[in-house]
């Protein structure tokens, strides 16, 4: 995974704020397999595991970590669009860290993703706005 270092770094500046953040598993870091089909069948089970963590009801959104690779700015790549749009499909809030692409800006925008054009602040704020209304329901009258 080319940005898993950078996706570390943004998971700790959240766990700063008090923000609960889980990386997907970097399906490169020591893989050596001398086969296609280890690796696809070792791909597919990372793939499956970081899924049900986006699908948790637990969880209320992602943060794409799209920088630039390969000369395109805003790169998101097969498996990170497919992300976003289980995302999308469970009603779960997306952040884009640097931009919204071209080649998926029609999608993109009509499914209300929120460009964060390079700044984690706005989804610190809003995750400290949806604590404060989990918590103001909490709240019982007192007799």
């Known amino acids: 995974m080319a940005f898993a270092h950078k996706m570390d770094e943004i998971c700790s500046r959240l766990a700063e704020h008090d923000v609960l953040a889980v990386a997907p598993d970097d399906v490169d870091a020591g893989a050596d397999f001398s086969e296609q089909k280890s690796y696809q069948r070792f791909k597919k089970e990372v793939s499956k595991r970081h899924i049900k963590k986006v699908r948790d009801p637990r969880t209320i ?66 995750y400290r706005d949806l604590c404060r209304k989990d918590l103001n329901q909490l709240r019982l009258p007192c007799f």
Do not use: C, M, Q
């Open 61 to 126: 959104g992602i943060v794409v970590a799209n920088f630039e690779k390969h000369g395109t700015r805003s790169y998101i790549g097969a498996n990170t669009f497919a992300e976003i749009a289980i995302a999308f499909a469970d009603n779960k809030a997306i952040f884009l860290l640097d931009g919204i692409p071209r080649n998926f800006s029609d999608e993109l925008s009509a499914w209300g993703v929120h460009d964060l054009r390079g700044s984690l602040d706005p989804l610190i704020f809003r």
